[in-house]
């Protein structure tokens, strides 16, 4: 997809983060932006800036998880624009970091974590892949997963269990796109770490008594250290407009893999290769 002006983004979880950078760097490029976000007051202001800046764009209180909300987006975004040309189904959560061990994991946070990353995916492909379809038109979808979709051990086992569900749907999409030839492609996002408030989270978590966060003072010591190892992480990250930027490289480029990751991410996505390659067990994280 070259042609970029006068068309429209879809993109979930825009009110921050990634998502945000996304929909700023399509605004500069002359896209409308259809926004959807859970949290009501920072998408309002997302929408009011790049207002300001004279992009056409509505803004959409979405909670992925729920298929009804994300149908409701999809008309909203046809309604209001008649069409979508790229689709970021960008939307996500952490979790399942404190947890000991992958049995420790809370089932509300396996639902959660499931439900926001990947089901929030399967929606947006049900319900806004075959409209774009039907359009006729050149277009691209973006499906944001991880690092932790190519590797395990270095986040919580909910999310990299996501995000690896994400990168096997993207690749699926990919190859039912292009077997029918069809106008449309697809990418899929997996960055290393990410300055974003991606660890805050739980802010948004359904149950409300989890809203604030773990308790460091009851967690045990391990967990804690990977919280605030993970913490630390991210706020020497990438920046998101980085990540905007290479996203919208592969969408111009009809680059599938889109990866920017630290070096030793990298160092750790070739051993697991080399893992499966020579077919030897998971090669254990250093200590």
Not at 51 to 61: F, L, P
Not at 159 to 186: C, F, M, N, P, Q
Not at 197 to 221: C, T, V
Request: charged share 20%; aromatic share 6%; net charge neutral.
């Amino acid at each position: 997809m070259k042609d970029f002006s006068g068309r429209v983004a879809l993109v979930t979880g825009a009110a921050s983060g990634i998502g945000l950078a996304l929909a700023q760097r399509f605004a500069a490029e002359g896209m409308k932006l259809v926004l959807a976000d859970v949290e009501d007051k920072p998408l309002a202001a997302a929408k009011a800036a790049l207002e300001a800046q004279g992009t056409a764009a509505i803004a959409v209180r979405t909670d992925v998880m729920r298929e009804d909300d994300v149908a409701k987006l999809a008309d909203a975004a046809y309604g209001a624009f008649g069409a979508v040309h790229v689709l970021c189904n960008n939307a996500g959560v952490g979790g399942g970091l404190t947890g000991e061990g992958v049995w420790g994991v809370e089932i509300e946070d396996w639902r959660w974590v499931l439900g926001a990353n990947l089901w929030g995916v399967i929606h947006g492909v049900r319900h806004v892949v075959p409209r774009m379809l039907a359009g006729g038109e050149e277009g691209h979808v973006v499906n944001t997963a991880s690092a932790a979709g190519l590797v395990t051990g270095a986040t919580g086992a909910a999310y990299t269990v996501s995000k690896h569900g994400v990168v096997a749907l993207s690749e699926i999409l990919y190859k039912d796109l292009k077997t029918r030839g069809a106008k449309l492609s697809a990418s899929v996002l997996c960055p290393g770490w990410v300055d974003t408030r991606i660890i805050d989270s739980m802010r948004n978590h359904p149950d409300a008594k989890k809203q604030a966060g773990p308790d460091l003072e009851k967690l045990a010591p391990q967990a804690r250290a990977r919280l605030e190892a993970v913490r630390g992480f991210l706020k020497n990250g990438f920046k998101p407009a980085d990540v905007a930027q290479a996203v919208l490289d592969a969408v111009r480029s009809d680059r599938f893999y889109v990866t920017l990751m630290q070096p030793e991410i990298e160092q750790a996505v070739a051993l697991r290769l080399q893992d499966i390659g020579l077919r030897r067990n998971p090669t254990l994280p250093s200590a």
